[in-house]
């Protein structure tokens, strides 16, 4: 038994995440200043945003709107009225010394988020979803030995997604952080890069006794910003922990920031210096009103979640895994939709969008939109192999010449002749010279070595320079081999 298998044996995890997701509006939460990322640093900013004596904030209906399209996805109860509220802390990119958030009063209670994990279905509750503001964003340099700030992000909104205690692995946390940013993305809320920081994962992991009802001892983990480095993060505070535990030793509250450089984490604060943040409720902000009309219109809104593509997906014939894999993206999906309204059976629209198509995507380094080969194209290439214009292998080439080659398809096949041959008078010629060029492996083959079937298929394919049908050539050849 390894050592995380002996872990889980001894000890239940317990694991809650908290995600923060910056979304997609083109001003910030309490102010009018754009958000564009990678703008020159303190270029995005106003007396709001920065803090500076009687400057007002004003809530951002967009924001507000993301909220509930999020909150209503979730499954979550939506407060026709609530508050901001003041969170008070120290930070050097914390430009007013608190942060306008949400706390007693969030815009959603509770919801759920259902997501595969190893062919599992797994539902995890959520505790609420509130609105708040970002913070600046420090930039540390060893080298100089200073930090610079930047307050471009300062007030970007960002909704919190708070999870109940329920992950019992860090496998689960992962699939659910790529279910929350495929969904944000689906909604149009969110581009959700944790990359670029709009979509940031905290997350709060303890140990207990098997049966045992009371939570252990927890440690926040912070800094995790991709779904790699969140499972290994865990794992490693979760390894820490059960070595502190099996030693007869005590957990320390504490919280963690994740070194991904040298895969550790280091202690950034233990429980003696936790914040108390002292919340009041915003003076400067009146309650939110929902009921004026902008929850009714959100709630009427109409967008197909992932896991409701997944299964339209699954009854148009595909299995769960390709299903999962066209409804991964937005545009994938769509992608997918245009070449069926082409006529194209499922099964042959996800063979080629999975097998090619996405392979040109990654060879090329291009988005799906913006390859080249559009559906329709694709569509014409599938029928061309469907109806014997031309064979499998000539059309896979074929499918990466179309990105770039705006011809019409018929007049390329034509010009460089590549039809399929199918001539079976023609293609018997063929297989015979091949037979007859290969006597030592024909010999071997008539004395049981029947794998040289492919040898043959293949030197056949090759002396036909790829335009032969395969399904022809491997019915003489069974025939002449006997």
């Keep these: 038994m390894g050592k995380r298998e002996s872990i889980q044996s001894n000890w239940e995890i317990v694991i809650g995440l908290e995600v923060h997701v910056q979304l997609k509006t083109k001003t910030k939460m309490f102010c009018g200043c754009e958000l564009v990322y990678g703008d020159d640093s303190n270029t995005r900013t106003c007396p709001t945003c920065l803090g500076l004596p009687g400057a007002l904030p004003v809530a951002n209906a967009d924001a507000i709107a993301l909220a509930i399209r999020l909150g209503s996805a979730f499954g979550g109860t939506i407060r026709e009225t609530c508050h901001f509220s003041r969170k008070n802390y120290f930070y050097p990119d914390l430009t007013k010394g608190y942060q306008i958030s949400q706390f007693d009063e969030p815009i959603i209670d509770g919801g759920s988020v259902s997501f595969w994990v190893e062919g599992k279905e797994t539902t995890i509750n959520l505790t609420r979803i509130h609105l708040e503001e970002d913070a600046g964003k420090s930039i540390h340099s060893e080298e100089a030995n200073e930090t610079l700030l930047d307050f471009n992000r300062c007030g970007a909104p960002l909704i919190e997604i708070v999870t109940e205690p329920e ?17 944000v993305r689906f909604l149009d809320i969110s581009d959700a890069s944790m990359e670029k920081g709009e979509m940031r994962c905290d997350a709060n992991i303890s140990l207990r006794k098997h049966g045992e009802p009371e939570l252990g001892t927890k440690s926040e983990m912070k800094n995790m910003n991709s779904f790699r480095f969140v499972e290994k993060a865990l794992w490693y505070e979760i390894e820490r922990q059960a070595d502190v535990l099996d030693s007869g030793g005590t957990v320390e509250q504490c919280t963690l ?39 009714k219109r959100v709630s009427e809104e109409d967008w197909e979640l992932p896991a409701d593509a997944e299964k339209r997906l699954i009854s148009d014939g595909n299995s769960r895994e390709d299903a999962g894999i066209l409804s991964g993206e937005k545009a994938l999906l769509n992608y997918y939709d245009a070449v069926r309204s082409e006529g194209i059976e499922s099964s042959q629209a996800a063979k080629w969008i999975i097998g090619e198509v996405l392979r040109l995507v990654k060879e090329k380094q291009k988005p799906i939109e913006h390859l080249g080969l559009d559906s329709a194209r694709l569509a014409q290439l599938i029928n061309c192999v469907e109806n014997g214009t031309i ?28 039809s399929q041959v199918s001539d079976e008078a023609e293609l018997s010629q063929v297989v015979e010279s091949v037979m007859d060029e290969n006597p030592d492996e024909l010999n071997r083959y008539q004395n049981g070595e029947k794998q040289l079937f492919g040898f043959f298929m293949g030197a056949a394919m090759k002396a036909m320079r790829g335009k032969s049908n395969p399904k022809m050539i491997q019915k003489i050849l069974t025939e002449k081999l006997g």
Excluded at 169 to 183: D, F, G, N, V
């Design 257 to 295: 920031l994740w070194d991904e450089k040298n895969n550790k984490a280091e202690i950034m604060r233990s429980k003696e210096d936790a914040h108390d943040y002292r919340y009041f409720p915003e003076p400067d902000l009146v309650k939110l009103d929902l009921s004026n009309g902008l929850l």
């Design 167 to 183: 992950f019992r692995h860090p496998s689960e946390a992962r699939a659910y952080l790529q279910r929350i940013q495929q969904t």
């Design 391 to 418: 064979n499998a292998g000539t059309a896979k080439t074929l499918a990466a010449r179309l990105c770039d080659d705006e011809r019409n398809l018929d007049d390329i096949i034509k010009d460089e002749g590549l």
